[in-house]
């Protein structure tokens, strides 16, 4: 086994850098296009009720322990189990982790491509004077194509694998650093504008007070992989990323501000979309178009809508960027420290790899469109496996090994820097990731997949 020394391996710099890169990653398509569209689909204010509890609950824990596994083992999300628990089956954890990243990988470019190609529109003002229900049959019309969908997945897989070929420091950090703010402030003026147009109030009704006669196992299910996907974790992204963090970063702290972070721009999402959704009359179930559909209404109805849309799907874009990378880089952490590969080489390999599955994701409503696999397409199929299956698993798994299979002195060292910092926390952190959180994820995963009732 490769023996480097954290001293030898690329790491992130400034604490402020390591809370962008973590929350670059937590922070993407997974709250401004997936929270809405899922939290639509599952009825608003009952979902994000249970999606808050799951984040505060079980997310901010879920990821202090990836941040401490990797940090500890100095390891990608494989070798992190390996070292940590030599001869054990454990490593299984950190294969699923890698299989993860692919699936996610592969259906995370075909919208991360329609977020390029919303660029693109924007910039060529191809939405002005469009009617909503023109809108909607123009976005239908791209998804329902072959040729351009394919090319922006292509330029985004290709552009996340630049990032990743220039390593940790140079690539990951200088990125995300300075554009992540730009983002939150552009959903805050969007929020704005959606909040004052006409019937917005229905929008807000919907989001934030809940209907608990909507909550079922599937609502709770789709709840729990929602955090879990846009927390990042549940595959090994955040060990792999852990073990690029300084020993004496304060971890816990990281860990709440970067899920309150990406709790935070969520729920902002939720306030851009849903006003607007009522607004114009369209439907909160829209399915995975929802924000492509909605926005550029909402862009159509502002000063300056030319300039906002443009910058909106170009931070979009690279919101998303942010998070492939730490994606990726999963896969590739793997691939150079256990076989040895160049970076480049592992890169390259990566890249097609998620080209050739991403390819079928994105052919999902042309193409394969007659393809039903559980009442689902090839897209959806993908999503769901990753975000409500191998996600909440792949937790359930991290939390038993440190809770269960860790030693309680390793971990508090971990947590405390080796006695710096003060662990005031430490035994309702135990707790959770003890009994709270596999017991919590262990319920509401086997009633979702309908295995207990
Ligand atoms: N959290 C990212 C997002 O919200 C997606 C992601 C999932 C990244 C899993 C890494 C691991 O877009």
Request: net charge positive; glycine share 10%.
């Given at each position: 086994m490769?023996?480097?020394?954290s001293?030898?391996?690329?790491?992130?710099?400034?604490?402020?850098?390591?809370?962008?890169?973590?929350?670059?990653?937590?922070?993407?398509?997974?709250?401004?296009?997936?929270?809405?569209?899922?939290?639509?689909?599952?009825?608003?204010g009952?979902?994000?009720?249970?999606?808050?509890?799951?984040?505060?609950?079980?997310?901010?824990?879920?990821?202090l322990?990836?941040?401490?596994?990797?940090?500890?083992?100095?390891?990608n999300?494989?070798?992190s189990?390996?070292?940590?628990?030599?001869g054990?089956?454990?490593?299984?954890?950190?294969?699923?982790?890698?299989?993860?990243?692919f699936v996610?990988?592969?259906?995370?470019?075909?919208?991360?491509?329609?977020?390029?190609?919303?660029?693109?529109?924007?910039?060529?003002?191809?939405?002005?004077?469009q009617?909503?229900?023109?809108?909607?049959?123009?976005?239908?019309?791209?998804?329902?194509?072959?040729?351009?969908?394919?090319?922006w997945?292509?330029?985004?897989?290709?552009?996340?694998?630049?990032?990743?070929?220039?390593?940790?420091?140079?690539g990951?950090?200088?990125?995300?650093?300075?554009?992540?703010?730009?983002?939150?402030?552009?959903?805050?003026?969007l929020?704005?504008?959606?909040?004052?147009?006409?019937?917005?109030?229905?929008?807000?009704?919907?989001?934030?007070?809940?209907?608990?006669?909507?909550?079922?196992?599937?609502?709770?299910?789709?709840?729990?992989?929602?955090?879990?996907?846009?927390?990042?974790?549940?595959?090994?992204?955040?060990?792999?990323?852990?073990?690029?963090?300084?020993?004496?970063?304060?971890?816990?702290?990281?860990?709440f501000e970067?899920?309150?972070?990406?709790?935070?721009?969520?729920?902002?999402?939720?306030?851009a979309?849903?006003?607007?959704?009522?607004?114009?009359?369209?439907?909160?179930?829209?399915?995975?178009?929802?924000?492509?559909?909605?926005?550029?209404?909402?862009?159509?109805?502002?000063?300056?809508?030319?300039?906002?849309?443009?910058?909106?799907?170009?931070?979009?874009?690279?919101a998303?960027?942010?998070?492939?990378?730490?994606i990726?880089?999963?896969?590739?952490?793997?691939?150079?420290?256990?076989?040895?590969?160049?970076?480049?080489?592992?890169?390259?390999?990566?890249?097609?790899?998620?080209?050739?599955?991403?390819?079928?994701?994105?052919?999902s409503?042309?193409?394969?469109?007659?393809?039903s696999?559980?009442?689902?397409?090839?897209?959806?199929?993908m999503?769901?496996?990753?975000?409500?299956?191998?996600?909440?698993?792949?937790?359930?798994?991290?939390?038993?090994?440190?809770?269960?299979?860790?030693?309680r002195a390793?971990?508090?060292?971990?947590?405390?820097?080796?006695?710096?910092?003060?662990?005031?926390?430490?035994?309702?952190?135990?707790?959770?990731?003890r009994?709270?959180?596999?017991?919590?994820?262990?319920?509401?995963?086997?009633?979702?997949?309908?295995?207990?009732?």
């Amino acid at each position: 086994m490769l023996e480097s020394g954290s001293g030898n391996r690329d790491g992130f710099t400034s604490k402020f850098g390591i809370i962008c890169a973590a929350a670059g990653s937590a922070i993407g398509l997974g709250n401004i296009w997936r929270f809405p569209y899922v939290a639509g689909e599952n009825g608003g204010g009952a979902f994000l009720l249970m999606y808050l509890g799951f984040v505060l609950v079980l997310g901010i824990p879920v990821m202090l322990t990836e941040f401490s596994i990797g940090r500890r083992a100095q390891r990608n999300a494989y070798g992190s189990f390996r070292k940590l628990a030599p001869g054990k089956p454990w490593y299984l954890v950190g294969l699923m982790g890698i299989v993860a990243a692919f699936v996610i990988l592969a259906f995370y470019s075909t919208i991360a491509g329609w977020t390029l190609h919303y660029v693109y529109t924007s910039l060529i003002n191809g939405f002005a004077g469009q009617s909503t229900e023109q809108l909607s049959r123009s976005f239908e019309a791209f998804q329902s194509s072959i040729g351009m969908p394919l090319f922006w997945q292509f330029v985004f897989i290709v552009l996340t694998a630049i990032i990743i070929l220039s390593g940790i420091k140079k690539g990951i950090e200088k990125y995300s650093k300075i554009l992540m703010p730009f983002l939150f402030l552009l959903l805050l003026i969007l929020s704005v504008r959606s909040l004052t147009l006409p019937g917005a109030m229905e929008g807000l009704r919907f989001l934030f007070r809940p209907d608990f006669s909507k909550i079922n196992a599937d609502v709770m299910l789709s709840a729990l992989g929602q955090a879990a996907f846009s927390l990042s974790i549940g595959m090994g992204a955040l060990i792999t990323y852990g073990s690029y963090i300084p020993k004496n970063n304060n971890l816990s702290q990281t860990a709440f501000e970067v899920s309150v972070a990406d709790l935070l721009i969520a729920v902002l999402a939720g306030v851009a979309i849903f006003p607007a959704v009522f607004a114009f009359q369209m439907a909160p179930d829209e399915g995975v178009g929802l924000i492509f559909k909605v926005l550029p209404n909402i862009f159509q109805q502002m000063v300056g809508g030319y300039f906002f849309s443009l910058m909106f799907f170009i931070l979009l874009a690279i919101a998303a960027l942010t998070s492939s990378i730490s994606i990726m880089e999963v896969v590739v952490a793997f691939l150079v420290e256990e076989f040895r590969m160049l970076r480049s080489v592992a890169t390259a390999i990566t890249a097609i790899a998620a080209t050739v599955v991403g390819v079928f994701c994105t052919l999902s409503w042309s193409t394969f469109e007659g393809v039903s696999i559980f009442g689902q397409s090839i897209f959806g199929i993908m999503d769901f496996t990753a975000s409500n299956v191998l996600l909440p698993l792949g937790a359930l798994l991290i939390v038993l090994f440190a809770g269960w299979y860790l030693s309680r002195a390793d971990l508090r060292d971990e947590l405390t820097n080796g006695g710096l910092l003060k662990a005031r926390l430490f035994g309702l952190f135990m707790f959770i990731i003890r009994f709270v959180a596999p017991v919590a994820i262990a319920i509401v995963f086997l009633q979702g997949i309908g295995f207990i009732r």
